[in-house]
């Protein structure tokens, strides 16, 4: 099944279970990002995440719910046409693309798509168009897949455990490819978060040849949100094995918006991955944001040479209705 045969799915489920009161939205987007390297050859466009790309996203929720009775309730389909610098032409991305039912009563919800892995730290409150990747993102090639997820709440907990194909951006049955993962913590709209997630399966990564290699991974994390939105801190520490080797690493985050001008903000992130080898990042830069147009960072970026080497990063980024 192609992604835009899933789409079509999608929007046939939402038309059969659609409410009389319903909300639109409509989201444009513009990315123009580049990646400065001399031992790259010098400047070029960024070899990773946000790629320098145009999108739009639309957005469907229904404002009506009867507890007891499972409806679909929210249906996010968000693409990009974007330029991917590894095979030098425009390439149609999928972002989030998935439909979520809901039964209001207990909160439970089952959503059908492509979206974020409910593992580690992944927010669904992250802002579009973030330049600083997750964990999972450098240890697996991907932090979104395609499959199943239920999402529902446990005490002052909530959870979400997720069976995806193990394919990454790709909606594609690889020999061998899947992975389940699963993710307990407090809600994120506490001020300080922490959770535990899991992961085991077969993730079919970038790049590779023949069957997917069996790996599992605990991960501990936190969010520390100091007098929002000015001070953000986040760290988290995966442990695991591929193909029974031991793998881990670690990241640690902070974002800090001035508070005598909001339009400014500091951000720096460190990733360090240990699979058969180091992969390592560390990035510190400056946003600038102009509410209702653009958004401007600048970071240097000191890389391990598995991640292609040091360099700037610049990104100037739009989104809005």
């Known amino acids: 099944?192609?992604?835009?045969?899933?789409?079509?799915?999608?929007?046939?489920?939402?038309?059969?279970?659609?409410?009389g009161t319903d909300q639109y939205l409509l989201y444009k987007e513009a990315n123009l990002a580049a990646f400065y390297s001399p031992r790259a050859g010098g400047l070029h466009s960024s070899p990773e995440a946000p790629l320098s790309a145009l999108g739009f996203e639309y957005f469907w929720k229904s404002l009506e719910s009867v507890p007891g009775q499972w409806r679909a309730s929210v249906l996010d389909l968000y693409f990009q046409l974007a330029y991917d610098p590894g095979k030098r032409h425009l390439v149609l991305r999928a972002r989030d693309i998935w439909l979520r039912f809901e039964e209001p009563r207990t909160g439970a919800q089952v959503r059908l798509g492509h979206f974020d892995l409910p593992f580690g730290l992944t927010s669904p409150l992250a802002l579009r168009g973030q330049a600083l990747r997750p964990l999972s993102e450098l240890s697996l090639g991907f932090a979104q897949d395609w499959g199943?997820?239920?999402?529902?709440?446990?005490?002052?907990?909530?959870?979400?455990?997720?069976?995806?194909?193990?394919s990454g951006e790709e909606l594609r049955l690889r020999p061998g490819?899947?992975?389940w993962t699963g993710r307990l913590g407090l809600p994120s709209y506490r001020k300080v978060q922490y959770g535990i997630s899991l992961l085991y399966g077969n993730p079919f990564r970038p790049g590779q040849q023949g069957t997917a290699p069996a790996s599992w991974r605990v991960a501990v994390d936190g969010l520390f949100i100091y007098h929002e939105p000015?001070?953000?801190?986040?760290?988290?520490?995966?442990?695991?094995?591929?193909?029974?080797?031991?793998?881990?690493?670690?990241?640690?985050?902070?974002?800090?918006?001035?508070?005598?001008?909001?339009?400014?903000?500091?951000?720096g992130q460190v990733r360090l991955w240990r699979s058969a080898g180091t992969r390592g990042e560390l990035v510190a830069g400056l946003l600038r944001s102009l509410p209702g147009l653009f958004t401007f960072r600048f970071h240097w970026r000191y890389r391990s040479a598995a991640l292609g080497g040091s360099g700037l990063f610049a990104q100037l980024y739009y989104y809005g209705p």
């Open 1 to 19: 099944m192609s992604r835009f045969a899933l789409v079509s799915l999608l929007l046939g489920a939402l038309g059969a279970g659609r409410a």
């Open 148 to 166: 199943l997820s239920a999402h529902g709440r446990w005490g002052h907990f909530e959870y979400e455990a997720a069976a995806t194909l193990g």
């Open 230 to 267: 000015f001070t953000s801190l986040k760290g988290e520490v995966d442990l695991g094995a591929d193909q029974g080797r031991l793998a881990g690493g670690l990241l640690l985050g902070l974002t800090q918006i001035l508070p005598a001008d909001p339009h400014w903000g500091l951000e």
């Open 177 to 179: 490819a899947a992975l």
